[in-house]
């Protein structure tokens, strides 16, 4: 069965706004820690190491660029997208294990929102080699 292109079209739409939301969710988040690391840590409850809480920031920072850039250019679209997966993974991990341990309304949120755009990013993908085919 084919699948029509609009529903191609619309697919990789949604994975370029999963991207972009992603992006401007981490840059965001790592500027925020950067600039105000006491705040950060306030509202998140995280009272992490400076360093490594800093060295963390950068790193979203750098991921949220990467996916808006993924989102922009259609050649890295793919590959932005694996990564976002990959890094929705990475960060649910950890989050997983200390579930019990973590209590504040914005570290649930955090976690339900990996999820989300986890899953609706793999259903973008799963169908992105031969999107023209339904089985």
Same mark, same amino acid.
């Given at each position: ?40 840590? #306030?509202? *998140?409850?995280?009272?992490? /190491? ?6 963390? &920031?950068?790193? %979203? +920072? ?40 973590? #209590?504040? *309304?914005?570290?649930?949120? /955090? ?6 755009? &986890?899953?609706? %990013? +793999? ?13």
């Amino acid at each position: 069965m084919r699948l029509p292109w609009r529903a191609v079209f619309a697919r990789r739409n949604l994975l370029r706004l999963l991207l972009c939301w992603q992006g401007l969710y981490y840059g965001v988040t790592g500027i925020w820690a950067l600039a105000d690391l006491a705040g950060f840590s #306030r509202a *998140t409850k995280n009272t992490g /190491d400076a360093l490594d809480m800093h060295s963390i &920031a950068a790193l %979203a +920072l750098v991921l949220g660029i990467a996916f808006i850039w993924g989102a922009l250019r259609e050649k890295q679209t793919l590959f932005a997208g694996w990564l976002l997966v990959g890094s929705c993974v990475a960060v649910l991990l950890p989050e997983a294990v200390h579930f019990s341990d973590v #209590r504040g *309304t914005l570290f649930f949120l /955090d976690f339900v929102e990996e999820i989300a755009v &986890a899953l609706v %990013a +793999l259903y973008t993908l799963t169908r992105w080699r031969n999107p023209d085919r339904i089985n």
